[in-house]
C-alpha cells in the first residue's frame, strides 16, 4: 500500500491531468440517457422534433402552432446531433451539453495559460467542471445554458485578447459575431452582455472613445448582418411583430422591471448565499476575498483584473433579477475561479487563515466521504439495485485513497480532490440516477406516452382545444407517433382521437380509451374517441 501512496505521489503532473481527463469520460457520460426529459429539455428536443417533421428551420413550432420563446440555433444542434444519433431520444440532446462543456473547459485552459503555468490553467477550467451545479445537475441536461455560458466566455475573453494587442476593428467584429450567436441561442440576454462587456473592458483598456469610432460600427454591422439574414428569413414565414417583442419579454420576465421591489429586496440579500450554495465547494475561494489588500492584489495582474472587472460589470444583472436560475450564472464561474486560484496561490506560501480554512474544509469533506459512499446500501432499498454493495465499496475505497493523497501530497490537494469529486460523480451515475429514477413521476410520464402511442397509433391524435399538455409527455408522444399532434376545436374529425386535459374538460363527450399520467400530478390527459 505505501508503495502505491509513494508511486502515486511522484506522479508526474502531466500524468495527474491526463487521470483525471480519463475520468471525466465516465463521470459526464455514464447513464446519460436513464432520466427521461425535464420540461425544458423536452421543449427544446420537440421543437427540432417538430421541425424535422415540418422542414421548416426557422418558424418553430409546438403542436404546430408558433413557438417565439427562443430562435432556433439550440435546435438545430439538437437536430444536427439527433441524425448523427440515429433516433429522437435524451442523448443528442444530452451530448451537446456534453461537448461544449468539454468545448468550455478547453477555452478556459487556453485563455488562462496565456497568462499562467499549465497547471493554474487546467485547475482554472477543472474546477469550473466539477462546481456542484454543473457536475452534478446541468452536466445531465440538455439546455442551451452550457453552449450559450460558452459562446459567452469566449466573448469575454476575445475581447480581452484582441484589446490587449489593440485590434480594436478584430476586437469589435468578433465580439459582434458572437453576440449574434449569442442571440440565435437565448435572445436579448447576448446583447446585455455585450453592451457591459465592451463598457467595461474599454475602460479597462482606457478606450472609451472607441465606442464611437467607425470600427466599433463595423463590428455592429457585422452583427447586424447575422441577425438581419436569420430575422429576413424568419420574416418569410411569420410577422417579426410577434417575433421581437416575446423574446424581449422572455428576457426581461425574471428580472426587476417585472418582479414586485420587495422581491427584488429580497433577492439582493440571498443572492450571494445562494451562489455560494449552488456552486460549492469551490465557492469556498470566496474566502481569499476577505482580505484588507484584495484591491492591491487583485490589480497587480492585468488578466485577473480583467476577469474581476468583467464579473463586476455582468453580475449585478443577476444579482436584481428576483428570480435566477442557477445555470443562468455558468459563464461567470471561470471568472471567479480564476481570481480566487490566484489568490490563494498568493497565500498558500504563507499558510494564511483563508488557506488554512479552505484546505480543511474540502479536506472533511474528502474524508468523511468514502464513509457517506460506504453507507449507500444502508440507505437505499438494495433489492431495487443489487449492484449498489459492491459499487459503494469499490467507490469508497478509491475516495479513501484519494483522501489519503490530499492530505499527503499538501502542495497537489486541489488535484487529488477534483479526482475525488469526479469518482463521486461515477457513483452518483452508478447508483442514485437508477434509483431515483425507477417510477418516478417523469419516467413513468415517459414510459406511458410511448405505450399509448404504440397502442392507439393507428388513428391520428389532435390535442382538444386549450388542453394543458406537459412538454416531456408530448415528445414521447410525437417522437413515436411521427407526426406533429395539433391543436383542434372540431370534434368531428374522422377516424381521431383526441388529448383531453382531464381537469379543464371534465365533461368532454366521448369514450376514453387510456389515460397519460405526466410529470405533473395534477396534469393527466386522456385519450379519447368521439362515437
Given at each position: 500500500m505505501q508503495s502505491i501512496l509513494n508511486g502515486l505521489r511522484a506522479l508526474p503532473v502531466r500524468y495527474l491531468m491526463a487521470g483525471i481527463l480519463l475520468l471525466c469520460i465516465p463521470a459526464f457520460l455514464v447513464n446519460l440517457n436513464i432520466a427521461a426529459f425535464i420540461g425544458d429539455e423536452a421543449i427544446r428536443a420537440w421543437v427540432a422534433l417538430e421541425m424535422d417533421i415540418s422542414g421548416n428551420y426557422f418558424a418553430t413550432t409546438m403542436h404546430g402552432a408558433p413557438y417565439i420563446n427562443k430562435p432556433p440555433l439550440f435546435?438545430?444542434?439538437?437536430?444536427?446531433?439527433?441524425?448523427?444519433?440515429?433516433?429522437?431520444?435524451?442523448?443528442?440532446?444530452?451530448?451537446?451539453?456534453?461537448?461544449?462543456?468539454?468545448?468550455?473547459?478547453?477555452?478556459?485552459?487556453?485563455?488562462?495559460?496565456?497568462?499562467?503555468?499549465?497547471?493554474?490553467?487546467?485547475?482554472?477550467?477543472?474546477?469550473?467542471?466539477?462546481?456542484?451545479?454543473?457536475?452534478?445537475?446541468?452536466?445531465?441536461?440538455?439546455?442551451?445554458?452550457?453552449?450559450?455560458?460558452?459562446?459567452?466566455?469566449?466573448?469575454?475573453?476575445?475581447?480581452?485578447?484582441?484589446?490587449?494587442?489593440?485590434?480594436?476593428?478584430?476586437?469589435?467584429?468578433?465580439?459582434?459575431?458572437?453576440?449574434?450567436?449569442g442571440f440565435l441561442l437565448k435572445g436579448f440576454p447576448a446583447i446585455v452582455f455585450l453592451g457591459l462587456t465592451l463598457a467595461a473592458a474599454l475602460f479597462f483598456f482606457n478606450r472609451l472613445r472607441l465606442l464611437f469610432s467607425w470600427k466599433h460600427l463595423a463590428g455592429m454591422c457585422a452583427g447586424a448582418a447575422m441577425l438581419g439574414l436569420y430575422l429576413?428569413?424568419?420574416?418569410?414565414?411569420?410577422?417579426?411583430?410577434?417575433l421581437i417583442p416575446n423574446?424581449?419579454?422572455?428576457?426581461?420576465?425574471?428580472?426587476?422591471?417585472?418582479?414586485?421591489?420587495?422581491?427584488?429586496?429580497?433577492?439582493l440579500f440571498t443572492f450571494p448565499f445562494e451562489s455560494v450554495y449552488h456552486f460549492l465547494p469551490f465557492s469556498l475561494l470566496l474566502l481569499f476575498w476577505l482580505n484588507k489588500n484584495l484591491w492591491q492584489r487583485i490589480r497587480s495582474n492585468p488578466f485577473v483584473y480583467y476577469n474581476f472587472i468583467i464579473l463586476a460589470a455582468n453580475l449585478p444583472v443577476y444579482w436584481t433579477s428576483s428570480q435566477v436560475v442557477p445555470r443562468y450564472l455558468l459563464m461567470f464561474i471561470p471568472l471567479f475561479n480564476v481570481i480566487g486560484l490566484y489568490l490563494m496561490e498568493q497565500e498558500a506560501p504563507e499558510r494564511s487563515w483563508r488557506f488554512r480554512s479552505f484546505y480543511y474544509l474540502l479536506g472533511g469533506i474528502l474524508a468523511i466521504s468514502p464513509i457517506a459512499v460506504a453507507a449507500t446500501p444502508f440507505l437505499v432499498d438494495v433489492h431495487l439495485w443489487p449492484m449498489v454493495r459492491p459499487l459503494s465499496i469499490g467507490l469508497a475505497l478509491a475516495l479513501g485513497l484519494f483522501a489519503v493523497l490530499y492530505f499527503t501530497d499538501k502542495q497537489?490537494?486541489?488535484w487529488w480532490f477534483v479526482a475525488a469529486l469526479l469518482v463521486i460523480r461515477i457513483g452518483f451515475d452508478l447508483i442514485v440516477l437508477p434509483i431515483r429514477h425507477h417510477e418516478n413521476d417523469i419516467s413513468i410520464a415517459r414510459r406511458d406516452a410511448i405505450d399509448m402511442a404504440v397502442k392507439h397509433g393507428d388513428r391520428h391524435w389532435y390535442v382538444y382545444a386549450d388542453s394543458e399538455t406537459r412538454e416531456p409527455a408530448m415528445f414521447y408522444a410525437t417522437a413515436r407517433l411521427?407526426?406533429?399532434?395539433?391543436?383542434?376545436?372540431?370534434?368531428?374529425?374522422?377516424?381521431?382521437?383526441?388529448?383531453?386535459?382531464l381537469r379543464q374538460y371534465p365533461h368532454f363527450q366521448g369514450r376514453c380509451l387510456d389515460t397519460l399520467r405526466t410529470d405533473y400530478k395534477t396534469t393527466t390527459l386522456g385519450l379519447f374517441v368521439r362515437e
Open positions: 435546435n438545430w444542434l439538437i437536430l444536427v446531433a439527433t441524425k448523427l444519433w440515429g433516433s429522437f431520444d435524451e442523448m443528442p440532446s444530452r451530448l451537446i451539453t456534453v461537448f461544449f462543456l468539454a468545448v468550455f473547459g478547453w477555452t478556459i485552459f487556453r485563455s488562462v495559460r496565456r497568462h499562467f503555468s499549465p497547471e493554474f490553467a487546467f485547475l482554472a477550467a477543472i474546477t469550473t467542471l466539477t462546481s456542484g451545479r454543473i457536475l452534478f445537475y446541468d452536466s445531465m441536461l440538455g439546455l442551451i445554458d452550457t453552449t450559450f455560458s460558452w459562446v459567452m466566455y469566449l466573448l469575454f475573453m476575445t475581447v480581452y485578447f484582441f484589446g490587449r494587442k489593440e485590434q480594436w476593428l478584430q476586437l469589435f467584429v468578433s465580439s459582434y459575431l458572437l453576440m449574434a450567436t429576413a428569413v424568419y420574416a418569410q414565414y411569420r410577422p417579426l411583430e410577434e423574446l424581449l419579454h422572455e428576457s426581461v420576465k425574471r428580472t426587476a422591471v417585472q418582479r414586485s421591489p420587495l422581491e427584488s429586496i429580497a433577492h497537489r490537494f486541489m411521427g407526426y406533429i399532434v395539433e391543436r383542434t376545436n372540431d370534434t368531428g374529425i374522422p377516424n381521431a382521437l383526441y388529448l383531453v386535459n
